[in-house]
């Protein structure tokens, strides 16, 4: 059983556009979400996180929301650019396991120029 | 400083075979981590250290073993390869073992077992 899923394998957006990449949970104590970013043939790096105690979190042309109630998370691309073309994982600490982060299936973003 | 290294880059075995992926890391990291993904799939951590001569399971353990005798390196040990095994393998490290505590990755084995 899947906590944290991304419903969307890939994304398709132009240029300078808004990318919006979802994803949802199942586990209520995840207490923190974090963003990672993934290119080709290399591992992926850390974009942005929240805490669960946010529902907003904003860095340069990335932001990431947080709904509790609803168990979602959303990661907003603002321009999008040809560089943001990866894929995008995203990920949930529980720390009732000791925590370990519950990574999702990700979503390949492709931004068209 | 070259981060978290992983070799090799790529590798295929055969059913039955055993090999050791390597990792290594120079930010003086105390936790480190061996996930796979498969496609279409996130990560799913296999094991993890939280410090020299400390291991623990993952979510998938199994058919795998590791050590950690340094600091630095945390290798992964596949004993009798099986096709299911099949994947990619991400080492990472973090300072400590929060859920803020950002995970920083190798680029990853691609191993096949045919």
């Known amino acids: 059983d899947q906590q944290v899923k991304q419903n969307s394998p890939s994304l398709s957006v132009q240029e300078g556009r808004i990318s919006i990449l979802n994803c949802d949970y199942t586990n209520s104590m995840f207490d923190y979400f974090l963003w990672y970013k993934k290119y080709p043939a290399e591992g992926p790096t850390f974009l942005i996180s929240i805490s669960s105690i946010k529902d907003k979190n904003e860095d340069g042309r990335f932001t990431v929301f947080l709904n509790k109630s609803a168990k979602h998370l959303s990661l907003h691309i603002v321009p999008s650019q040809p560089g943001d073309s990866a894929v995008y994982f995203c990920a949930a600490s529980d720390p009732n396991a000791g925590n370990m982060l519950t990574f999702g299936g990700g979503t390949r973003l492709m931004v068209k120029p | 400083n070259a981060g978290v290294t992983q070799t090799p880059k790529f590798r295929i075995l055969k059913i039955g075979q055993s090999m050791t992926l390597q990792c290594t890391q120079d930010m003086n990291h105390n936790y480190m981590y061996w996930y796979r993904q498969d496609p279409g799939m996130g990560l799913k951590l296999i094991y993890y250290s939280v410090g020299a001569g400390i291991t623990d399971k993952g979510e998938v353990p199994n058919g795998y073993n590791v050590s950690r005798s340094t600091t630095e390196d945390f290798p992964l040990r596949l004993e009798l390869a099986a096709p299911s095994q099949t994947s990619v393998y991400f080492c990472?490290?973090?300072?400590?073992?929060?859920?803020?505590?950002?995970?920083?990755f190798g680029p990853g084995t691609r191993l096949t077992v045919l």
């Open positions: 990472a490290s973090s300072k400590s073992g929060g859920g803020t505590d950002t995970q920083y």
